[in-house]
T-cell receptor
Framework: DTGVSQNPRHKITKRGQNVTFRCDPI?????LYWYRQTLGQGPEFLTY????????KSRLLSDRFSAERPKGSFSTLEIQRTEQGDSAMYLC???????????FGSGTRLTVV | DQQVKQNSPSLSVQEGRISILNCDYT??????FLWYKKYPAEGPTFLIS?????DKNEDGRFTVFLNKSAKHLSLHIVPSQPGDSAVYFC????????????FGKGTKLTVNP
């Protein structure tokens, strides 16, 4: 069990570029979550997958954001036409049965310049 | 709107003494409350939880108290250790099957040797 793995750890991009982050959950976990954390704030929910199905989406997930979890394994989060306000830590979490006691990854820190 | 509030950004205590971290909430529909601990450059780690039907839950040095009438919960750490120094997040789940957790902004605890 290597925990929840997120790549890359850091990403610097120019405004207007597209970025994609990857999350590899703990292997037996069928639930996967994406959160965003900005400076001085707690994590904010973005979306939730059960296996390959995306079952919940926050209104924070604008049209520029898309998440996928093909085959119910790893997940990707893509941000198109990045804006400076997208600068944040993007956290992925997974769990086996339910929302209870997620295991978080270390996150991907995005800086949009 | 901030449904989960941690009004103290920071707290400093001496090793061996009690640390008390507070959290207030506004949504009566929360049915579970959780505390997460976060070290720098790592994702949050689940610490302890409490159901809304209980008023206390204990796990080793950590105890969470819930006062539903006051919409207030607190995390007690006794005795505090330098390794407890971290940011502590209070989180809550809305009843009704959502997998989403709502987090507070966090309190940075420093335990001085």
């Amino acid at each position: 069990d290597t925990g929840v793995s997120q790549n890359p750890r850091h990403k610097i991009t120019k405004r207007g570029q597209n970025v994609t982050f990857r999350c590899d959950p703990i292997s037996e976990h069928n639930r996967l979550y994406w959160y965003r954390q900005t400076l001085g704030q707690g994590p904010e929910f973005l979306t939730y997958f059960q296996n390959e199905a995306q079952l919940e989406k926050s209104r924070l997930l604008s049209d520029r954001f898309s998440a996928e979890r093909p085959k119910g394994s790893f997940s990707t989060l893509e941000i198109q036409r990045t804006e400076q306000g997208d600068s944040a830590m993007y956290l992925c979490a997974s769990s086996l049965r339910s929302w209870y006691g997620y295991t978080f990854g270390s996150g991907t820190r995005l800086t949009v310049v | 709107d901030q449904q989960v509030k941690q009004n103290s950004p920071s707290l400093s205590v001496q090793e061996g003494r009690i640390s008390i971290l507070n959290c207030d909430y506004t949504n009566s529909m929360f049915d579970y409350f959780l505390w997460y601990k976060k070290y720098p450059a790592e994702g949050p780690t689940f610490l302890i939880s409490i159901s809304s039907i209980k008023d206390k839950n204990e796990d080793g040095r950590f105890t969470v108290f819930l006062n539903k009438s006051a919409k207030h919960l607190s995390l007690h750490i006794v005795p505090s250790q330098p390794g407890d120094s971290a940011v502590y997040f209070c989180a809550a789940r809305v009843q009704g099957g959502s997998e989403k957790l709502v987090f507070g902004k966090g309190t940075k605890l420093t335990v001085n040797p």
